[in-house]
């Protein structure tokens, strides 16, 4: 079990930036891959970016250059920097993990995310 936490969100203007932060109750060796997903009002839950054995990441083509996942395996924590916001990027932002030996999927709680002047 590891239970997953995210920190970062909240209210930023169009342009600005942000880094979310998703902290794990421990190790995160065997969790992989790792990922942000985000959901919009009245939308799905969407993918915005994932990172496989820290070195392989793929990226939603709305976000691509413009976000950054990163994974700490000393910290335990999975972060996404976000640059260049857009009022769009508003959403919830869900931290997102596998365990790489059982397939068990973990969830955190999520942090919202709001890009508005």
């Known amino acids: 079990q590891v239970q997953l936490v995210e920190s970062g969100g909240g209210l930023v203007q169009p342009g600005g930036s942000q880094r979310l932060s998703c902290a794990a109750s421990?190790?995160?060796?065997?969790?992989?891959?790792m990922g942000w997903y985000r959901q919009a009002p009245g939308k799905e839950r969407e993918l915005v970016a994932s990172?496989?054995?820290?070195?392989?990441?793929n990226y939603a083509d709305s976000v691509k250059g413009r976000f950054t996942i990163s994974r700490d395996n000393a910290k335990n924590t999975l972060y996404l920097q976000m640059n260049s916001l857009k009022p769009e990027d508003t959403a919830v932002y869900y931290c997102?993990?596998?365990?790489?030996?059982?397939?068990?999927?973990?969830w955190g709680r999520g942090t919202l995310v709001t890009v508005s002047s």
């Open positions: 997102n993990a596998r365990e790489s030996t059982s397939g068990t999927t973990y």
């Open positions: 421990r190790s995160i060796g065997s969790l992989n891959p």
């Open positions: 990172i496989r054995y820290g070195i392989t990441t």
